[in-house]
């Protein structure tokens, strides 16, 4: 069984920087997309970055420049600079079978993360 356990989160001021890890543990698909997901109260979640094991990552296009993925065989960091209050949420890390897909927001419906974390909270103040 696979589980994924996020860290970093915290509170940031405005400006600042976090990074955020999510490490898996157990047996890993020998092919793996882990991905990034992050959640407001009321809002949809937002798909943030993935990485797969082939070396394919992909970023929402409204975050590149500011979020930065890297990951090695079982762990997926999450380096976020330029923090504004827009970024506070929940930041979730997905575990996917194979390829990550094209885009990551939107997903793909035909897509799907089974593995999830159970998530860290991101705050940023202003």
């Known amino acids: 069984q696979i589980q994924l356990v996020e860290s970093g989160g915290g509170s940031v001021q405005s400006g600042g920087s976090l990074r955020l890890t999510c490490e898996s543990h157990?047996?890993?698909?020998?092919?793996?997309?882990l991905a990034w997901f992050r959640e407001v109260p009321g809002k949809e979640r937002e798909g943030v970055a993935a990485?797969?094991?082939?070396?394919k990552i992909t970023y929402a296009e409204s975050l590149k420049g500011r979020f930065t993925i890297s990951r090695d065989w079982s762990t997926a960091s999450l380096q976020m600079n330029s923090l504004t209050p827009e970024d506070t949420a929940r930041y979730y890390c997905?575990?996917?079978?194979?390829?990550?897909?094209?885009?990551?927001?939107?997903?793909?419906?035909?897509?799907?993360?089974?593995?999830w974390g159970q998530g860290t909270q991101v705050t940023v103040t202003s």
């Open positions: 997905a575990m996917g079978e194979g390829w990550c897909p094209r885009s990551i927001t939107p997903l793909p419906s035909y897509y799907e993360f089974p593995l």
């Open positions: 157990g047996y890993i698909y020998r092919r793996n997309c």
């Open positions: 990485a797969d094991t082939d070396g």
